[in-house]
């Protein structure tokens, strides 16, 4: 009866053991750097698009040929120009534009599939912490945000990338900066950070 119970044990320790070994050697970790473009608006605004920059790094996660995790930690200027501010002065109504500057720390957790020789579709949520601004007065301080882009990577590891990033925290106040909003449409006052990135990344290794 020991005999019985042992053997079965011994072979599901042994399938155990070889698949783990499998696994480990499919997934593999891989620092990376990125940076580029940023160009930013605030919805509702009726404003410019304002032309900045991002930069940062990223651990990519490899978990199976196609499919990758990859946290990254990101410092992205974003905004928008010629906002105009209303204001009474006199009791005669004045209308001053400027432009609105917001820097966020920004922490994502993107989704990497990767289809035929090197494109890449991607995609995840991001916290994004304010760290500086210009505005004077806000809604909130940090942003909520999900991001989607397409890429295209090298076997050296250089990746050419592309994204677009939607805050879903209303960021400004509408009663002081004027947002000539649309009222047929919902949530007419509510300020979302608006932003496309266009840049490089490269990962340290290679394929």
Known sequence: MLNKLRYPSLLLVVITFFVLQQTQGQVTFKPGLRGGFSFSTIS??????????????????????????????SYIRQGSDNVARNYYESNVERVEYRDLQLGYLSFAVINKFTFGPGIQIQ?????????????????TYNDLAFITGIAYRLPSGLTFEARFKKGALDILDSDYYYNERNDHYLFGNYNTNVNFQLGLSYSFGGK
Do not use: C
């Not at 900045?52 to 990254?72: C, M, S």
């Not at 995609?123 to 809604?139: H, S, W």
């Open 44 to 73: 509702e605004m009726h404003a410019s698009y304002k032309t900045d920059f991002y930069v940062g790094g990223f651990g990519e996660i490899n978990l199976t040929k196609r499919y990758a995790l990859q946290p990254e930690i």
């Open 123 to 139: 995609f995840g949520p991001a916290l994004d912490v304010l760290v500086n601004n210009n505005l004077a007065k806000r809604e």
